[in-house]
């Protein structure tokens, strides 16, 4: 455990992931009260990023669970392994009452377990747990959330209710595409994480693309900047995330860019975008209006 934010900002920057001070303090918190930390903001601003940071830092397991519409409990929580249970009961037939059956094959080595129950038994220093893009996953599925967040517990009807022996750091995300319920997120410590500043992105660039020179990293980062900056960002469905700056400046060393110009911009303009309407976007005058110096 960090013993301040500072020292857990710079904890986060010796494994590459560049905090500001508000998210750190966030950060803190969930883990100085054991709080979930709720994150919320547009694709690629580094939500997903900063559990893996975490587990890093922390020297934590990571355990991740891929929210989706039809995610199910048994699919995050637990789920009893029929074939081995089926086994036993063959095995045992004759042998005992059907009572006696029953308990011996509801026991904790038939089953299964998943994200959700693998965070709460996890040993000492115990887990990091992403439940990434909840808001993918249907409302059941929220609710059924409530109590583990509330109390790092949950509930199996065969073996009772399993409590976490260490509380593992809980990181939720979402890109709001639908609202949470307030239910969840009064469970929660919150923080909107938005695209960073042209510093903080450049250091990112400059530390996930070290092959970059400086110069182009500082174009890398500025150009991007401009791009989610009005009168600019109108003309696009959807920004460039951090992730897309670091492919970038990737894939321009590997074309041996020294230096942005508009040929360049828009040859590579499919690594910036996924929507075939803002790539057509990205024309060479666009380019070039966006490399221009900005007015002092």
């Known amino acids: 455990m960090p013993s301040s934010i500072d020292a857990l900002i710079q ?11 508000r998210l750190a303090t966030a950060a803190y918190l969930a ?40 995610l199910e409990q048994r699919e ?4 009893w392994n029929y074939a081995a249970q ?13 009572s006696e059956a029953e308990r011996e094959v509801y026991q904790a080595k038939y089953l299964i377990r998943r994200p959700l129950l693998q965070a709460l038994q996890a040993p000492a220093p115990g887990a990091v747990l992403l439940v990434d893009e909840l808001d993918r996953a249907d409302e059941p599925f929220e609710a059924f959330l409530l109590e583990y967040l509330g109390e790092y517990q949950v509930s199996i009807p065969e073996l009772g209710t399993v ?18 319920h307030d239910a969840l997120k009064r469970r929660c410590l919150y923080h909107w994480l938005d695209y960073p500043d042209r510093e903080r992105e450049l250091a990112i660039v400059r530390a996930r693309v070290p092959q970059a020179g400086e110069a182009l990293a500082a174009q890398v ?6 791009l989610r900056s009005q009168p600019f960002a109108s003309a696009f469905q959807r920004s460039p995330g951090i992730a897309e700056s670091v492919e970038w400046a990737k894939a ?39 490399l221009k110096p900005e007015a002092a």
Do not use: M
Not at 41 to 65: D, I, N, Q, W
Not at 163 to 180: C, D, F, G, K, Q
Not at 272 to 289: I, N, P
């Open 86 to 98: 089926l086994l036993h009961l063959r095995a045992a037939e004759g042998h005992g009452t059907p």
């Open 76 to 79: 995050a929580l637990y789920e």
């Open 163 to 180: 409590r976490a022996a260490v509380a593992p750091v809980t990181i939720l995300t979402s890109n709001r595409t639908r609202e949470l």
């Open 221 to 226: 980062s500025a150009f991007v900047g401009r």
């Open 31 to 70: 883990l100085k009260l054991q709080r979930p930390l709720l994150l919320e903001g547009e694709p690629g601003v580094g939500k997903t990023e900063l559990a893996k940071a975490l587990a890093a830092a922390l020297e934590r397991e990571l355990l991740r669970l891929q929210c989706y519409d039809g």
């Open 252 to 290: 321009l060393v590997a074309l041996d860019t020294l230096a942005l110009d508009p040929e360049v911009v828009t040859d590579t303009a499919g690594i910036l975008f996924k929507q075939r309407e803002d790539v057509a976007a990205l024309t060479r005058d666009l380019a070039a209006d966006l």
């Open 11 to 21: 904890s986060l920057q010796a494994v590459g992931y560049f905090a500001d001070r």
